[in-house]
């Protein structure tokens, strides 16, 4: 059983830039992991992800060009490096992890462990 802990969010101002990271307990190279994100009243969305093999990496429209997903297997470690921050990317940002050697996917629902996640407010 995986479990993954997310760190790093925090206020800051629309153009900004932030990192934040997750820590999986277990091999990280199994797994397909990905990046979430839920504003208050809206529903959990996707934001990016990258395969558990080969490095290959997707993003949604909203933050293609922006952030960057990457991982460091040896750490056991994935992170979101997020820049030009606007107010709109305000949200609870999770790490999650599909099963292991998954492929990717964008459904919340087809992503099996989460982290407790952290908030990232960006004011304007």
């Known amino acids: 059983q995986v479990q993954l802990k997310e760190s790093g969010g925090g206020l800051v101002k629309a153009g900004d830039s932030l990192r934040v990271s997750c820590v999986v307990s277990g091999r990280a190279t199994q797994y397909t992991m990905g990046w979430f994100r839920q504003a208050p009243g809206k529903e959990r969305e996707f934001v990016a992800q990258?395969?558990?093999?080969?490095?290959?990496?997707d993003y949604s429209d909203s933050v293609k060009g922006r952030f960057t997903i990457s991982r460091d297997d040896n750490q056991n470690r994935v992170y979101l490096q997020m820049n030009n921050l606007k107010p709109e990317d305000t949200a609870a940002y999770y790490c999650?992890?599909?099963?292991?050697?998954?492929?990717?996917?964008?459904?919340?629902?087809?992503?099996?462990?989460w982290g407790q996640g952290t908030q990232v407010t960006v004011s304007s």
């Open positions: 999650a992890a599909r099963k292991p050697f998954e492929d990717m996917a964008r459904g919340p629902d087809e992503y099996t462990y």
């Open positions: 990258m395969r558990w093999i080969g490095g290959f990496a």
